[in-house]
């Protein structure tokens, strides 16, 4: 039985930041499957400047190289995220692990794990 996304997208025209928010457990294919219907629905604009990923509300139910499948699939569309930073944001330390490993393998865009909104956005503008 399919339930509902747990994730929702939101373009600040202002800034320019593109969030995508999650809740719940959040496994790898939720992440590649939200992308592919932000894709679809062509929900991220030309004018976009950098993205937040907020995993405040989520927990990363994931295995164990799914880091990699998550990069690998941020360098399978570079023509979409390439040269572009990405703030994730996560709220247990315990998730803080995947992001940081997602980072070793950052090539053509850039991550980098926040516990703040705040700090992501600074970032994401510098």
Known sequence: MKTEPT???????????FYKHHTGPTTFEEIRDSWLFAFEHQLIPESVKGFILDYLEAAFAMHE???EKIAAFYREH???FGNYKFAIVV????DVVIPMLVT?????YTSKAFSTMEAAR?????
């Not at 709220?91 to 315990?94: A, E, S, Y």
């Not at 600074?122 to 510098?126: D, E, G, N, T």
Request: proline share 3%.
């Open 91 to 94: 709220g247990r330390p315990q």
């Open 65 to 67: 190289d799914d880091h």
């Open 104 to 108: 070793e393998l950052d090539r053509g």
């Open 7 to 17: 994730y929702r997208f939101e373009y600040d025209a202002d800034s320019g930041i």
């Open 78 to 80: 570079l023509d979409v």
């Open 122 to 126: 600074a970032w994401v503008l510098r």
